[in-house]
C-alpha cells in the first residue's frame, strides 16, 4: 500500500474537541484556562495548512507539499458516539427497509473537514540529517543548496510566524553519490550521481497565522535560529527570488485577499481575527524586507522588533493600496516571560 497524502481532520487538532490523545483531552478538561495557544485562533489548524501552502506558491519556494482543505470520511477517524450511533442506524434501516433507506441523503459515517498534504518519500526528520551533516559536511554545490533551501524555510516561516517549528516538523532528503562495487565484473558497477542532492520539505504548518505575537508564557522561537546556517546572509538568490515580491504592496493585498477567500470557507470565520492575523503577517513581511535590503541573517532577522501592521480608518482605495504608509505601524511592547520555549 502506497501513502500518497496526510490527512488532518479539523476536530481532531491538537486542540480539537476529538483529538484522540488523551493528555490533551485531560488537560483541556482539567486546565481550561491554559489550553491551547492564546495567539492562535482555535480550531483552525488545518487553514493554517493550506493557507502555508498558499504561501509557498505565491512566492515560489517550493518547500511545503501541495496542500488544500477537503472533506473525507474514515471509519479510522475518531468519531463521537452519537455519530457512531447514527450511522449503525441508518445502516440498519436500509438493509432492512430499503424503501426507506433510499430516502437517506447520506449514508455511513460523516465526512469531516480539514486539511490534506501530498506525502513526500525519501525525507527524514530534519534532526537526523543535521547530525550526520556535522560528521560528513556538505560541500560544493550541496552545501550552497542547502543553505538556499534552509533560507526558503526561514522565510515561509518568518512570514507566517509559525509557532511550532522545531527540529522534528521539517524534513531533509538528501540523496549523495553512490560509491562503485567492489565486487567483480559479473556484479556489476552500481549507478553513480555526480553530487549530492538536497532538499527541504516544510510540513506541520498548523499553528501558524496568529493573531498577535506571542506574549504571555512562551515565545514560541523558531528553532532553526540556533543553526549554523541561520548565522549566514540571505543568499543573493534568495533575495532575488523574494524581494521582488514582498517589496510590492499590491502583491501583499493580494496573498491577503487569497488568505481572506481560504479562511472564510469556516463556518466559525471572524473578519476582525483575520483581520489582526493579517496585521501581524504584514509586520513580518516589513521586517523580512527590510532585512533582505540590508543583507542581514536569519539570526538577525528573528532578533528584530515584531512589528503589526494594521489598515488605517478608510483605508481600501485603489491608489491607498499601492502605499505602506496607508497603514498604521506599531510595536509589541510586551515581551512573553519565557524567550527560550
Not at 487553514?47 to 512566492?59: N, T
Request: hydrophobic letters at 35%; one cysteine or more; charged letters at 25%.
Amino acid at each position: 500500500m502506497e501513502t500518497i497524502g496526510v490527512f488532518k481532520p479539523k476536530n481532531e487538532e491538537p486542540y480539537g474537541k476529538l483529538n484522540p490523545k488523551w493528555l490533551k483531552w485531560m488537560q483541556r478538561m482539567c486546565c481550561p484556562c491554559c489550553f491551547g495557544r492564546s495567539c492562535l485562533p482555535l480550531n483552525q489548524g488545518y487553514l493554517s495548512e493550506a493557507a502555508a501552502s498558499l504561501v509557498d506558491q505565491k512566492l515560489n519556494l517550493n518547500i511545503v507539499p501541495r496542500t488544500k482543505v477537503v472533506r473525507l470520511a474514515a471509519p479510522t477517524f475518531n468519531y463521537s458516539r452519537i455519530d457512531h450511533a447514527k450511522a449503525q442506524t441508518k445502516q440498519r434501516i436500509m438493509d432492512k427497509y430499503p424503501n426507506i433507506g433510499r430516502h437517506f441523503h447520506r449514508l455511513g459515517l460523516p465526512p469531516k473537514i480539514g486539511s490534506f498534504q501530498l506525502f513526500v518519500s525519501g525525507y527524514k526528520d530534519a534532526n537526523c540529517w543535521l547530525a550526520q551533516f556535522d560528521q560528513e559536511p556538505l560541500t560544493g554545490d550541496a552545501k550552497v543548496q542547502f543553505q538556499q533551501q534552509f533560507e526558503r524555510l526561514v522565510i515561509l516561516d518568518y512570514i507566517i510566524r509559525n509557532t511550532d517549528r522545531g527540529s522534528d516538523n521539517w524534513l531533509i532528503r538528501c540523496d549523495r553519490p553512490v560509491k562503485s562495487s567492489d565486487g567483480n565484473e559479473s556484479e556489476g558497477t552500481s549507478v553513480r550521481h555526480t553530487s549530492d542532492f538536497v532538499s527541504v520539505a516544510a510540513i506541520d504548518n498548523g499553528l501558524a497565522f496568529p493573531f498577535k505575537h506571542p506574549d504571555e508564557w512562551r515565545a514560541y522561537p523558531f528553532h532553526w535560529a540556533w543553526l549554523k546556517q541561520a548565522r549566514e546572509p540571505f543568499s543573493e538568490e534568495t533575495r532575488k527570488l523574494v524581494l521582488p515580491h514582498i517589496d510590492d504592496l499590491d502583491f501583499v493585498m493580494e496573498l491577503c485577499d487569497d488568505l481572506r477567500r481560504l479562511f472564510e470557507t469556516d463556518q466559525g470565520f471572524d473578519f476582525q481575527t483575520f483581520e489582526r492575523q493579517m496585521a501581524v503577517m504584514r509586520g513580518q513581511i516589513l521586517n523580512l524586507c527590510q532585512a533582505l535590503k540590508e543583507g542581514r541573517s536569519p539570526m538577525q532577522l528573528v532578533q528584530m522588533p515584531p512589528m503589526i501592521i494594521e489598515k488605517t480608518v478608510g483605508q481600501g482605495t485603489s491608489k491607498s493600496r499601492t502605499r505602506w504608509d496607508s497603514f498604521k505601524q506599531s510595536f509589541q511592547k510586551r515581551a512573553p516571560f519565557f524567550s527560550c520555549c
